[in-house]
């Protein structure tokens, strides 16, 4: 049974950093490209980033290129979300997502807010 644990939200004032984790079990992990979303209140959840099964290949959205980096620990079944700089808009629950066999797995969500 494929399982996601995100964790490492929280409050942070602008300007400040977090970083979330995404802990996988019930999958080869080094086989699973891995995506960050985020969803406001009342919308869809919407990308972040992705990282592809090496580590090699990074996407992000616009709206986080040079803030936020995604990368992955393969020896330890984790992918991150290093999140700088953070804006009140970047304020979410934080989703990470795979991919197997067909289908698509997510984690339970991590709230992020940012305000002073």
């Known amino acids: 049974q494929v399982q996601l644990v995100e964790s490492g939200g929280g409050l942070v004032q602008p300007g400040g950093s977090l970083t979330l984790s995404c802990a996988a079990s019930?999958?080869?992990?080094?086989?699973?490209?891995m995506s960050w979303f985020r969803q406001y209140p009342g919308k869809e959840r919407e990308l972040v980033a992705h990282i592809s099964i090496s580590g090699m290949v990074t996407n992000y959205d616009e709206s986080v290129k040079g803030r936020f980096t995604i990368s992955r620990d393969n020896t330890k079944n984790t992918a991150y979300l290093q999140m700088n700089n953070l804006k009140p808009e970047d304020t979410a629950v934080y989703f990470c997502k795979t991919l197997k066999d067909g289908h698509t797995y997510w984690g339970q969500g991590t709230q992020v807010t940012v305000s002073s």
């Open positions: 019930g999958l080869t992990f080094s086989a699973n490209g």
